[in-house]
């Protein structure tokens, strides 16, 4: 995987976007470099560990983690005798679903990957004062999300909470993602990025808001906008239902739920005809409980 872009922002940033789009950010403070997201291995990292050599190889890198999502964790692993900072239920999510992923997804490995989870969690949010940096949890995309602010050069990093032109949707509570979209529309950021999308506005904050509520409220989707993506869609609306019943297996095995052998059991989520989906989580249900 070789980077197609690399962009320097405010006085100490450097976004870098790889040929499938995914941008991690840089941010270089006076003794600490700060590492958002970690792409898809350690091929992957072999760009950014250049850099850094060519720039400041001194300094201590410390590593953040926007979620526990594959394309963003696979190359924590390049750096993962340093600091790696995640929202609490990332660790959580990522021990849980990372190596499903892992094995289900080779096509997309950059290099030997060994999954390496955060060693420092928070649960609100963790301000590194000295470097004028922060992180804050917001979930929204998945569960675990969470933002990077760099106070001195006002630049926030959301991650993938932002997409252009719909997000997907792998968090049941979209009510508490239409917050954390409104948290980050009315940020005093002068700049906004996004791991898939680039620098953002509020018209497509706005966008995604409004696909969220016609979600929620069954509104039709803008025709323009499915067209646009359809699999997204689908997978949104397919992952709506599969939560659910991911819900009910959860509450009957407890202790004992496994998310590798659960999953297993449905291909795609994008895939799928709906009535299908949930043809074939009725008949899960069946075979398991009854």
Request: aromatic residues 12%; contains cysteine; negative net charge.
């Amino acid at each position: 995987m070789t980077i197609k872009d690399m962009t320097k922002v405010g006085s100490r940033g450097v976004s870098f976007t790889f040929t499938d789009d995914i941008t991690v950010y840089l941010i270089q403070t006076d003794k600490k470099w700060f590492l958002c997201d970690t792409h898809l291995g350690p091929q992957s990292m072999e760009c950014i560990k250049n850099h850094i050599k060519a720039v400041a190889d001194h300094k201590e890198v410390v590593v953040f983690n926007s979620h526990s999502d594959w394309d963003h964790i696979w190359g924590n692993c390049s750096f993962q005798e340093g600091i790696i900072i995640g929202h609490e239920t990332c660790r959580n999510r990522m021990k849980e679903i990372g190596q499903f992923d892992l094995t289900r997804l080779t096509e997309y490995h950059c290099g030997i990957i060994k999954l390496v989870l955060p060693n420092l969690t928070f649960s609100d949010k963790i301000i590194f004062a000295e470097d004028e940096i922060e992180f804050l949890y917001a979930p929204g995309h998945t569960i675990d999300s969470a933002v990077c602010f760099d106070r001195k050069d006002s630049v926030l990093f959301v991650g993938d909470l932002v997409e252009d032109p719909i997000p997907y949707l792998d968090f049941s509570d979209l009510g508490t993602y239409l917050k954390t979209l409104e948290f980050i529309k009315n940020f005093p950021a002068k700049v906004k990025i996004s791991s898939h999308s680039g620098i953002i506005n509020n018209r497509l904050i706005e966008r995604n808001s409004t696909y969220i509520k016609d979600m929620i409220t069954g509104n039709q989707i803008d025709p323009g906008v499915y067209q646009k993506c359809p699999k997204v869609h689908r997978f949104n609306v397919n992952n709506q239902l599969f939560s659910k019943y991911e819900k009910i297996v959860r509450e009957k095995l407890k202790g004992e739920f496994d998310y590798s052998a659960f999953r297993s059991n449905f291909k795609d989520l994008g895939e799928f005809v709906y009535e299908d989906l949930q043809d074939a989580l009725e008949k899960y249900l069946r075979h398991e409980f009854n």
